[in-house]
């Protein structure tokens, strides 16, 4: 299961805590959320950004009660955007928010810029890695980035693909440690996926795989993690806003 998987599950499973989800996909020209909630149509936030579509044209109505907003490359236009583009566009993501509890951010991979800015403007960045020695290297780096830039919000890590829960808790000490000690910052539990074939058979029918197989072990860690993001006081949204504070950073 990638980071896309777990932002679709994950968003699913906040939804049935009573809030008003939306999923955005901001992995700048390869987003596919379309993809792994078996969505089509109605464009996506670069044809937004670009003045061809309003974002009342783009929003799907998703699985599990989910609202989702498609990315695009055009969110690099971002930077291009003069002052009144930027207010208009400021304006109707300010309305769309209001329609929402929680904003749950699916970021393009790795560190770059407009990564690192959709992370700064949350309220709680959730970490995704593996045991594998690069996903380790990769999350330190995202971490060690968000402590540089004196990230207000909280910081989670979350072990993805473990084959035993003793090596996912294993791989989560050993990131949090090196954290606190060099860094000075926490780094909270999230939780910890196990490989499950479940996941394999969902993905191929395009299925979210809480919905697919909501008995699976896969589908109760996911629901685990969604239980204990949900009760922290970090997922709400700012008074400022988040895409206000993101479109900000990227300037």
Sequence with gaps: MGKTNIAANLSICLARHNQ???LMDADLGLGNIDVVMNLSGHGDLGQVIAGDKSLEDIIRPGPGGVEVICGGAGIEKLVNLNEFERHRLLEDLGRLQERSNIIVIDTGAGISESVICFCLAADHTVVVTTPEPTGMTDAYAMIKILAGRKYPGRISLLVNQADSVWEGRRTYRQIADVAGRFLGVGVYDAGIL??????????RRRSPVVLEYPRAAISAGIAAISDRLSSGTATSITKEGFFRKAVNWLF
């Design 20 to 22: 008003r989800v939306l």
């Design 194 to 203: 196990c490989r499950d074939q479940h996941l394999v058979s969902a993905v």
